[in-house]
């Protein structure tokens, strides 16, 4: 009960602070130096490695449907999405869209498939330019780390995520998606690790056709 | 004697004048013309209704038109576009301009929620068809618990197997949108290629592409926006196409052709009568009779067709080259005694071969005026009534108006009496069997040769540029919408709509073949109501109830009670989507364009197919589909112009019979076939010069030859008419052919491709008929006896 109260004071303060930073705009030069510390890191990274969490906060349902799994980002390639709880699915994002290895993940429309995969890669890549292109941006000042919020420019993808979140220390730690209907995808990274050089043909192998 | 010409001048003045009149009032209504290639061929649709939604779909694709305005930068591709559809949308040319995809799936979707339990994709009919439960029930956990499951139009309480999500995904939303390459940016349509970021902007015509007008402001609308977006981004860059920019640009190059084979004609014209008669009055006389022919022409095909087809003014020109004919005659009779030469002693002397001449001439034309093709018979109508004025002209007023200027020996009378003289004329020795043996055998060897080509290309060969922008376009798009379509036809809406569902089941193994690229029609967004009904049995026997596949997934993932209650009691009578609820949703879209309520007996569908690969296979595929027509204008162009071009070759040969035994009643059966011979000769030469050039035969090629038999027995019945007169008739002749032969010529410089193979061939039979004509010809000895 009193984690209850607990979790419903954070949800509260998140709210709050997620109304804040949607009244801070913020262009393209504020928020790479809000951002300049996991910009660096990134920059001489070629492969990144983490751990996720993803929480899906549905209406309708009292608690979140969440699941867990590994994370591989090769900067300029795409991304492998490695599901492992509640059972084993893997999708890989690249500049195409996105591939669904077992063909479990049921269709979407590719032109959206490729809007997803697109804002994700900027996401991950913490690309401001593409990010700029797609979303007005929006910063805050916080103790530790960084936060940018997202408010797509596109009504296409306003459908699906009416705003989005950003924020982490040296890395990007932590996404949230929010549709029209209320509902919220977060995901949370943990174990975050950054490889230079070239990346292995071992990394590259799930991006082949 | 006296007062019959007299009676014949005031009557043609008169007559004239009226006509003058006629064109003048005309003319300033403003003059219409048609550029439309495909108006020159008749109509093969075999009934109102298929003649009906075919012209509307073709006229709705040629009003469409894409552009693709790229940069290397996304965000200056973007506001390249925007401000490009702003300039385009300004000019006024435009009906609408999109750069704006508009396609909403979340909205689409609450339009559709209502009618959910009666809607399944083919996939997830299947597998409910065959109890695949299990695999329906994983599918749905992964998809839950994917990133991607966040582009799923609805919410999990509302669909939670994604089985309107899929339906909808699988077809209500096809659009330019959701095309495989494309992505959506600021509500734009992106294609990243090579470097370069493409938008999409497409317009749609407020005219038809085929008015003059609308491509005069299509074609400014278009420089401008481009002048205006290299000024604002000079890096961006624009791929253009669409019907109207073939349109425009084919009459563009109609009218160009139309002044210059117009003015050179008119040139070689006017040089030569002044070269041979050295005097203005012959020149003026001349040029009136063919301005009146022209005009007559006009105002005939004007009266009959409604519009002038640009392609009947380009053939046109060749007016100049033919009906200065009779003029030449006329004013060459001065050269052929040195008394003293009156036009009423031209009149008796030349006027009764003129008019045979003329009579022949028409008689080419006329069998033209037979052929089944609209646009064949415009230009055959246009010289008949052409030449019948020049003729008229020089028969009625000339005879009054010529003077005798003096002239008696031109350098072009020497040249036809040297060769009236020479040994050039044909005996029976042994060099000019040989030389008929080998033009025999050249013919021969030639026409064994010819390949006949019936194509649409045969009508409009557009230039290099147009072409590689819209393959560029389409490329980039990965797309090719066909130009075939199919029509499903029914006693009613639902027949039509279970007609076209068992049609796309007859094209799924081609589309899963990838033989067709895509067949688009309503049944995506609008299934029958007997499949609705089917499809609800399915969802409520196995998805929705107490134990239904959707309450017990729901359950599982820990949903309230209440969501779970709410989806077990799907409501049994749900209405079903039929066509009138179906045409007031906004997600209905593009499809909406694809149904016509009333076609004359009963609704009818449009399928529209992407990218055919194997035509033959979609035909055997549809043959026998009931309601089922596959539209496809290019094979029936084909096929028109293959059975024109085997029935122009039987009616050539009809032809030259009924002209052997016009002549044999005159001349007698000998004389007949000497006269029917150079032109016979010239046609058979021609076809085996066609041949040995390797230039395919066409209907328009076998038409061509039927002008050369009129022109050539012309020449022939000149010279055996003119034996006494053998010098001045051969110059006439000689004149005649010459401008004849430059008129024709010309055409074979024209852009357009049939145009082209009628002047290729009237070039090469004018020229060999009249050296046939003068080499088997009579011997002009009269002359120094």
Redo the contacts between chains.
Sequence with gaps: MRLFALLLLANAATGAGAAELFDRPADRTTVEQALSEPIGVLRRATVVRARFE?A?H??????P?T?SGEMLFVRGTGIV?R?LE??D?T?V?D?NG?R?G?G?????????????S?V?LSMLDLDVA?LE??FEMFTSARSAGWILGLRP?????A???ERMTISGRATLEHIE?R???G?R?EITFRDVTTAGGPATPRDLAPFEP | MRDATRLRFVLCALALSGLLLYFGFQVSRGFEFQSDLLALLPDAAQDDGVRRIRDEVAARVARRLSVLVGAPD??VA?SAARGFAQDLRASGVFEHVDDQ?RT???AAAREYLPYRTGLLSEQHRRMLERGELAPLH????????????????L???EDPL?LL??FL??GA?AGA????T??????M?VV?DGGMHWVLVQGRLRGSPFSMETQRALTSALESATDALAQRAPRARTVAWGVGLHAAWAARQAQREMSLFGSLSTLAVVGLILATFRSIRPLLLSVVSLGLGVIAGLTACQVVFGRVHLITLVFGTTLVGVAVDYALHFFSDQFRSSSPWSGREALRHVGPSILIGHLAAVAGYATLLLAPLPGVRQMALFSVVGLATACACVLCLFPLLARDNGVREPWALRWARRLGRSPLHFRRDRRHLLAAAILIAFAAGGIAQLRPVDDVRLMHAPPADLVAAEREGQRLLDTSLDSRFLIVRGADAEQVLQREEALRDRLAPLLAAGDVGDAIGVTRGLPSRARQQADRQLQQRHVYGENGLATRL?SE????P??TRRLSTVDADAPVLDVPRWKSMAASGPLRELWFDDVGGGPAGVVMLDAVRDAERLRSAVAGAEGVVLVDRVADVSALLRDHRVTASLGIVAVYVLIYLALALRYGARDALVILLPPAGAALLTLGLLGWIGSPLNLFNLLALLLVLGMGVDYAIFLREGRRTQPTVLLAIGLSAFTTWISFGLLSLSATPFVRSMGLTLAAGIALVFVLAVWLGPQGVEEDA
């Design positions: 993803q899906r549905l209406s309708g349902f009292g608690h449907l699941s999405w599901v509640p059972f699915s999708s994002f500049r996105m669904s077992d479990q993940a049921g269709p979407a429309p590719a032109a959206a498939l490729r809007v997803l697109g994700l593409a292109s797609r420019r596109d009504p296409g993808v459908d699906f995520a998606l549709d029209a209907r509902d995808t | 996304a965000d973007l995809i909403s799936p979340v994983d599918q749905a956990v992964h998809s839950l618990h994917s990133l991607q499951s966040m582009l799923r139009p919410p999990i309480d994604g999500s899929d995904l699988a939303g949108g959701a095309r495989r494309t992505e959506l940016r600021q509500g349509a990243v729901l993932l820990g949903a309230d209440a969501t």
